[in-house]
C-alpha cells in the first residue's frame, strides 16, 4: 500500500475515534464514504489506471473501506453507549425518597379514626352497613323500643325536619344515634348478623363537650347464642387494638338503654400526667361507650323472634375516642376546618390503617 493511502486510512480511523458523538461521526461517515467522500473520489480515480495498478489499488481501497466502515460502526456502538449511560444517569431516580413536592393534603382524625375502628373489626369478621342520616320516628325512635311517651325522647334533643306546609314533620327526624342501622339492617338481613354502622348523627346541643353533629360507630351482633361475654370479649379486643394497649382494662357499669337489656356502660382506665390523658394506667376511669343485648321489643320490631335469636349491640363517639387517643382537646375543633388544626392532628393519607402495619404510623 502507498503512502498516501496509508495516510488517507490513519486520518479517516482518526476521524473517526475522534468523534465525540454521534452527529460528528455521521459528518466523518459521509465525508469518507458518502457520495463525495474521499473513498469514493478515490474509487473514481481507479479508471484512470493501468489493469494492474488498478487492482491492486482498488484491493487496498477496498480495504480502507472495510477499516473504516467497521471502526465507524465500532464506534458508534460505543457513542451510543456513552449516550444511553449518561442519559440513566441524569434520569435515576431513588425509589427511596418521599415523594415530590411534599404531599400536602391530611387526613381528618374522623376519617382515620374510621379507618381504623373498620380495620379492626374487619379483621374480627364484621362488615360496614350504613343508614339515611334523615330517619322516620319507627326506625330512631319507635322500633328501638321508645315509644311516643318515652322519656329517652326528650333527652336525645332531636332536630325534626320542616314538612312542605312550614310544620314541623316529626316523621322526619336526624338521626340521634346510628342505631338506628340496627333496625334497618335486621329489617333486610337474616341472622347471623355482625355489622358496623359508622356515621353522622345529629342531636340540638352545643357546648365544649357537644357539638349539633358528630359521628357514632354502632355494632350489631346477632345469631342465636350469643351472649354477653361475647360482648364483653369484642369490646376487650376491641378497645385493647385501637387504644394499643394490650389487655387494656376495663370496667362494665350497670346502665339504661331502651334498647338493651341488661345495658352497661363500658369505662377504660386512664390517668392525668403532665396534663396529658394516659390510657391504660392509673387509677381513673373514663366513660367510652354505651352497649348491652338487644332488647326483644326491638328484636320483635324488626320480625325476629326473640326466644330464637339474641344478641349484642354497642355504640360510641368517634370524635370522643380520637380525642382520647390523639389528645384532642377541644370537641369543636374538629368543625373548625383549621388547615392549621389539620396539618397538626391530621394523619398522612398514603399510611393506610391496618393492624399488620400498625394502625396509627
Ligand atoms: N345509641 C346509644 C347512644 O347514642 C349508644 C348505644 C348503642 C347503647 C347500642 C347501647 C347499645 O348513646
Known sequence: MSDTLDQLQDALLGDVNGAGDLDTLETVRVAALGKKGRITAEMKNLGGLSPDERKERGQALNKIKEAVASAINLRKEALEDAALNERLQAESIDVSLPVRPEEMGRLHPISQTWDEIVAIFGEMGFTVAEGPDIEDDFHNFTALNIPPEHPARQEHDTFYLQGE???????????????????????????????????????????????????????????????????????????????????????????????????????????????????????????????????????????????????????????????????????????????????????LPMEAASLIRGLSV
Open 165 to 347: 306546609d312550614g310544620q314541623i314533620d316529626y316523621e322526619k327526624v336526624l338521626r340521634t344515634h346510628t342505631s338506628t342501622v340496627q333496625i334497618h339492617t335486621m329489617q333486610n338481613q337474616e341472622p347471623p348478623i355482625r355489622i358496623i354502622a359508622p356515621g353522622r348523627t345529629y342531636r340540638s346541643d352545643s357546648d365544649m363537650t357537644h357539638t349539633p353533629m358528630f359521628s357514632q360507630v354502632e355494632a350489631l351482633v346477632i345469631d342465636k347464642k350469643t351472649h354477653f361475654g361475647h360482648l364483653k370479649g369484642c369490646l376487650q379486643d376491641f378497645l385493647s387494638a385501637y387504644f394499643e394497649v394490650d389487655n387494656l382494662p376495663l370496667r362494665f357499669r350497670s346502665s339504661y338503654f331502651p334498647f338493651t337489656e341488661p345495658s352497661a356502660e363500658v369505662d377504660i382506665q386512664c390517668c392525668w400526667r403532665d396534663g396529658e390523658l394516659v390510657v391504660g394506667e392509673g387509677d381513673d376511669w373514663m366513660e367510652i361507650l354505651g352497649s348491652g343485648m338487644v332488647h326483644p321489643n326491638v328484636l320483635r320490631a324488626c320480625g325476629l323472634d326473640p326466644d330464637e335469636y339474641q344478641g349484642f349491640a354497642f355504640g360510641m363517639g368517634i370524635e370522643r375516642i380520637a380525642m382520647l387517643k390523639y389528645g384532642i382537646p377541644d370537641l369543636r375543633t374538629f368543625f373548625d376546618a383549621d388547615l392549621r388544626w389539620l396539618r397538626h392532628y391530621g394523619f
